[in-house]
């Protein structure tokens, strides 16, 4: 059975930082590059920063040198990380992960399950 769980969430100031945690339950997203997104209302679900399987990260321009995901030490966990420092207030939305091809450039697919996503918010 398929779950995610996103979280870590929250209000934090211009300038701050966040650390959002997925928990992936279900085979598939330990074999798949894994990803987190982020939409905000009116807009398509960005993906903005994905891991393959071999530890190597990529990043939309839009996140890069400020957001690194990351994946648990313990790869029974299937826990992955989202640390998000110098945050603006264009940042804010609301973040999912999920599965995603490699690299982030490249043609993506579409899912039909999703986690409930977490809500970030950035006051400037």
């Known amino acids: 059975q398929l779950r995610l769980v996103e979280s870590g969430g929250g209000l934090v100031q211009s300038g701050g930082s966040l650390r959002l945690s997925c928990a992936a339950s279900g085979t598939i997203f330990s074999i798949n590059p894994m990803a987190w997104y982020r939409q905000v209302p009116g807009k398509n679900r960005e993906l903005i920063a994905v891991l393959n399987t071999g530890g190597n990260a990529d990043y939309a321009d839009s996140v890069k040198g400020r957001f690194t995901i990351s994946r648990d030490r313990d790869n029974s966990k299937n826990t992955f990380y989202l640390q998000m420092n110098s945050l603006e207030p264009e940042d804010t939305g609301v973040y999912y992960c999920?599965?995603?091809?490699?690299?982030?450039?490249?043609?993506?697919?579409?899912?039909?399950?999703w986690g409930q996503g977490t809500q970030v918010t950035v006051s400037s």
């Open positions: 999920n599965r995603a091809r490699f690299p982030i450039s490249g043609p993506q697919s579409m899912y039909d399950y």
